[in-house]
């Protein structure tokens, strides 16, 4: 059975520093997914990653994959108050679109 | 182009009670997946419809049930309510053969009191 892990599970930092979001898998994936969660909001997808190595980045975002490790990782370079949400990592074990999600990063941005 | 869209926003039920959700794929979307999602956690799949037909099934029991119909909506069905149901149930549509993608609808807020 697939399971998804990510850590720190909640995050506490300071606008203008850098912080990197785990997300590990246990069985073998080419297709990882993050979104990002508003309270009381519903998923907005940040990035889809389909191969060993696949990095992309948005703005202040940068999400990479490894499928050897059997990790992807979410980078935040310096932090503002408006990235302030929930973040997911989901895995497609077998491109069936079945998503299984991790518990989730409970980002919280301070000025 | 239209997003997903699902309704009710919100609803509140009792325990024992039945409750249908409905969910609007995006367009172009042949394939719909349905999430449970509780409060503090991540979203755990229910099931997913794919040419009118259930196309697997997460660990949910029975009393969780589905439909698509022939434009890609779908609804989701819930007998026999139970406490711990209460969550945001999320609907997903997405393309097979695509990036396999999912986009994910605003959630309708389910309370069971």
């Known amino acids: 059975e697939l399971k998804v892990e990510q850590n720190p599970l909640f995050l506490s930092m300071q606008e203008g520093k850098n912080y990197t979001i785990y997300c590990n898998y246990s069985?073998?994936?080419?297709?990882l997914y993050w979104y990002r969660q508003d309270p009381g909001k519903s998923l907005e997808s940040l990035f889809v990653l389909l191969s060993n190595g696949a990095v992309k980045q948005e703005g202040r975002l940068m999400a990479s994959l490894d499928t050897k490790a059997r990790l992807s990782t979410l980078h935040i370079t310096a932090a503002v108050h408006d990235l302030s949400a929930t973040y997911f990592c989901?895995?497609?074990?077998?491109?069936?679109?079945?998503?299984?999600f991790g518990q989730g990063t409970r980002l919280t941005i301070n000025p | 182009e239209t997003g997903v869209t699902q309704s009710p926003t919100h609803l509140i039920k009792t325990r024992g009670q039945q409750v249908t959700l409905r969910c609007s794929s995006q367009?172009?979307?042949?394939?719909v997946s349905w999430y449970q999602q509780a409060l503090g956690q991540g979203p755990q799949f229910i099931f997913q419809y794919y040419r009118e037909e259930e196309n697997g099934r997460g660990n949910f029991p029975p009393r969780f049930s589905g439909l698509q119909f022939p434009n890609y909506s779908s609804e989701l069905n819930v007998n026999a309510l139970e406490l711990d149901d209460s969550a945001l149930y999320l609907c997903?549509?997405?393309?097979?053969?695509?990036?396999?993608?999912?986009?994910f609808g605003p959630g309708t807020r389910l309370t069971v009191l």
């Open positions: 367009s172009g979307h042949n394939t």
């Open positions: 989901a895995v497609d074990a077998n491109r069936a679109q079945k998503l299984v």
């Open positions: 997903a549509s997405s393309l097979v053969g695509g990036r396999n993608e999912q986009f």
């Open positions: 069985t073998t994936s080419d297709r």
